[in-house]
């Protein structure tokens, strides 16, 4: 599988990137982001589940790897991201069931590297 933490670390890299070449679509979706996740009548853990849960159906190993951190950052359980993933696997059949084995192998390594 994926180093996720280190994955995470990369990609931020190249996010960084795109904000030097392409300032103004990346301010765009960095405002979309922040209107998004800004807790309402959802708060910021169920945001960032819904978000873990389409990025399993849709397949982007860039994008579990991110949620799963934040959800873990915003106190998601274990037990709580597990059943996001049911709903994943509910609503994206087989593959989502692979792709959900990628957010439970970047749970794992994430909490061991809080606990380190």
């Known amino acids: 599988m994926h180093d996720w933490p280190q994955m995470t670390k990369e990609v ?6 795109l904000r030097a070449d392409a300032p103004e679509v990346m301010r765009a979706f960095a405002a979309l982001a922040q209107a998004a996740s800004t807790a309402q009548a959802l708060d910021a ?10 990025s399993v159906a849709v397949r982007c190993d860039d994008c579990i ?25 509910y609503m994206g059949a087989g593959p989502s069931v ?19």
């Open 12 to 17: 931020t890299a190249q996010i960084r990137q």
């Open 45 to 54: 853990k169920t945001k960032e589940l819904i978000a873990l849960a389409i």
């Open 65 to 89: 790897a991110f949620h799963v951190k934040a959800a873990l950052d915003r106190g998601a359980s274990k037990q709580e991201i597990t059943e996001a993933l049911g709903m994943a696997i």
């Open 98 to 116: 692979m792709y959900a084995t990628h957010a439970l192998d970047a749970l794992g390594q994430f909490a061991a590297a809080e606990k380190a």
